[in-house]
Nanobody, 126 residues
Framework: QVQLVESGGGSVQSGGSLRLSCAASGYIVSSGTMGWFRQAPGKEREGVAGVDSASGTTYADSVKGRFTISQDNAKNTLYLQMNSLQPEDTAMYYC????????????????????WGQGTQVTVSS
């Protein structure tokens, strides 16, 4: 049984930083396809960052240069380092894991992923 548990969300001021964590069980982070998504109130869920051992990493244009996705294989955990946070980054952030090896351009697409965490809230105030 695959479980993904996010943590690290919170409230910060504009320009601040947060690091989100996604602890995985029943799924090997180092050899899988994983991503971070977010959903703001009244908006659709959107891909933020994705990583696959074959495809590499990819980021949404809105977060390039500010967010970094990474993995700790020993802890079987996925991270999202978020710097220079802006109010428009406010959303519920979700970790996701997939069962196939997609091309890079599909790492930010919802249907790529099979398993989802419960989410962690990020709120950025101006």
């Amino acid at each position: 049984q695959v479980q993904l548990v996010e943590s690290g969300g919170g409230s910060v001021q504009s320009g601040g930083s947060l690091r989100l964590s996604c602890a995985a069980s029943g799924y090997i982070v180092s050899s899988g396809t994983m991503g971070w998504f977010r959903q703001a109130p009244g908006k659709e869920r959107e891909g933020v960052a994705g990583v696959d051992s074959a495809s590499g990493t990819t980021y949404a244009d809105s977060v390039k240069g500010r967010f970094t996705i990474s993995q700790d294989n020993a802890k079987n955990t996925l991270y999202l380092q978020m710097n220079s946070l802006q109010p428009e980054d406010t959303a519920m952030y979700y970790c996701a894991a997939g069962l196939w090896r997609p091309p890079t351009q599909r790492l930010l697409q919802l249907h790529t992923y099979t398993y989802w965490g419960q989410g962690t809230q990020v709120t950025v105030s101006s």
